[in-house]
């Protein structure tokens, strides 16, 4: 495989974290945190397109998170519909297509009608990628391609026998969506966090300490140059 193709970043996907300890360590509401954190969505996606990555994914909210207290969830879930608000004018100007991956029908009604809306206006946009993970896990998203499968099976639309990874992947939330080649997290856990379980299998890591609000463009640009120093190898041999 030759290096230019391994050095490519396509894909970058971020499990935004820290929002909570930044607004702690501010004596701020962790609602305060979050929306810190949504303010920093659009700078980072800014440098994407600077930095020609043409697909951006967030992680703004896990099938987990429902656990956190309800005037949490529903701060989240305004600041959601708030990004989309103020935000969709420029994602049209830019030609940046919004999606979304998730259970989708599970989010509060308005939050999901303004999300259905942004990823209806922005369909045809041919520039960057937008994806936006919410009420999204991993694991929910392989179990509900495995229920899709057998339905097509038990309809007779899918046979059992072409049932390959290339296969599986077209059952998949956004079968579209490439895999990614970098994954940041922010906030120094060492943990995956049931984001994006199918697609990372060979992604490269980059974990930084810091936290999401204050992760700018030059914080990424060590992200970037750090991945540009991996060696990709897909399980094989590159040449020497
Ligand atoms: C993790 O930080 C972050 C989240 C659970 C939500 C991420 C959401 C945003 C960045 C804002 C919403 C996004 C958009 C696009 C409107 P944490 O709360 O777990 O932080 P902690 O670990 O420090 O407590």
């Given at each position: 495989m030759g290096s230019?193709?391994?050095?490519?970043?396509?894909?970058?996907?971020?499990?935004?974290d820290g929002n909570g300890?930044?607004?702690?360590?501010?004596?701020?509401?962790r609602s305060e945190g979050h929306r810190a954190g949504a303010d920093n969505v659009l700078e980072i996606v800014k440098s994407c397109r600077k930095f020609n990555i043409k697909?951006?994914?967030?992680?703004?909210?896990?099938?987990e998170n429902w656990k956190r207290p309800a005037a949490e969830v529903n701060a989240l879930m305004l600041l959601l519909g708030e990004f989309i608000d103020k935000k969709l004018k420029f994602m049209q100007q830019e030609n940046i297509r919004f999606n979304a991956i998730g259970r989708l029908s599970g989010l509060p009604e308005s939050a999901g009608k303004k999300l259905l809306y942004a990823m209806e206006q922005t369909r045809n946009n041919s520039g960057n990628v937008l994806t936006l993970a919410l009420n999204y896990g991993g694991r929910p998203e392989i179990a509900d391609a495995a229920r899709k499968?057998?339905?097509?099976?038990?309809?007779g639309t899918l046979d059992v026998e072409s049932i390959d990874e290339a296969a599986f992947g077209r059952f998949l939330?956004?079968?579209?969506?490439?895999?990614?080649?970098?994954?940041?997290?922010?906030?120094?856990?060492?943990?995956?966090?049931?984001?994006?379980?199918?697609?990372?299998?060979?992604?490269?890591?980059?974990?930084t300490d810091v936290l999401w609000p204050d992760f700018k463009e030059k914080e990424l640009q060590s992200a970037l140059q750090a991945f540009a120093g991996r060696d990709r190898r897909f399980g094989g041999v590159n040449k020497a």
């Open positions: 230019e193709k391994t050095k490519q970043l396509n894909h970058l996907a971020i499990i935004m300890r930044w607004a702690q360590a501010r004596n701020l509401p697909y951006l994914t967030l992680y703004a909210f896990s099938t499968i057998a339905m097509a099976v038990k309809n939330y956004d079968p579209e969506l490439p895999d990614p080649d970098l994954v940041i997290r922010t906030s120094g856990e060492l943990r995956l966090s049931n984001f994006l379980l199918w697609q990372m299998a060979y992604s490269e890591l980059y974990v």
